[in-house]
């Protein structure tokens, strides 16, 4: 049962973004009180949340191994929650990552200004790299592969483009960095391959 209570639960945020680590014991503790829901994989790939109430049914309408006996019921230990006052995870800088980029640009093209999907949209050096363009919030935009192409190796005047608007260090509440190395459980799997784009960049320090 100790084990089980250790046992390491992956925090999403409200916006079902792997944010944190904790025990299940912290879980179940954010679970009872309200302050997070458990979210359950369910085999047809979807994702179903409970609040403690339901998480309780469910502990005794679906038993699972993974569960504990209070003296007057038994619990399922969730691995995966959401913690739906995200104040209670500690305020971090904004990370400077591809995530966070795509964030502040809203999966926008920076010069044509229409929206893409990630995949199909870059990180364009504003001012190119080899002409001592850093790597930084204010230096660094999304650019759609169309836009990535005209503009080439060359400064937005020098190719006749204009940026829709000033890039920045963005100030809304980031991503806390989890440790990769700690993806441990297959429920896991879809939350933490978002963090590919949560990986911190190679960047300038300020
Ligand atoms: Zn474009």
Redesign the pocket.
């Known amino acids: 049962m100790t084990a089980l209570l250790n046992q390491q639960v992956l925090v999403l945020n409200r916006l079902w973004q792997a944010v944190n680590i904790c025990t299940a014991r912290r879980a179940l503790t954010l679970l009872f009180q309200g302050h997070a829901q458990a979210v359950l994989n369910r085999d047809d790939g979807s994702f179903q949340t409970f609040n403690f109430a339901e998480w309780h049914d469910l502990s005794r309408t679906e038993p699972h191994p993974e569960s504990i006996a209070t003296v007057s019921f038994r619990i399922r230990v969730p691995r995966v929650i959401l913690v739906l006052f995200f104040d209670r995870v500690p305020k971090k800088e904004v990370k400077f990552t591809r995530q966070n980029i795509f964030e502040r640009d809203q999966n926008t093209?920076?010069?044509?200004?229409?929206v893409?999907d990630r995949k199909d949209l870059n990180l364009d050096h504003v001012i190119p790299r080899d002409r001592g363009g850093p790597t930084s919030w204010e230096n660094i935009v999304c650019?759609?592969i169309?836009?990535?192409t005209r503009k080439r190796n060359r400064t937005p005047r020098e190719a006749h483009m204009q940026l829709i608007r000033r890039p920045k260090r963005p100030k809304w509440r980031p991503f806390v960095q989890i440790n990769l190395s700690l993806a441990r459980h297959d429920s896991w799997k879809h939350f933490i391959d978002l963090a590919y784009w949560n990986v911190e960049l190679g960047s300038d320090k300020r």
Do not use: A, L
Not at 109 to 114: E, I, L, P, S
């Open positions: 093209c920076q010069y044509c200004g229409k893409f650019s759609c169309g836009c990535n």
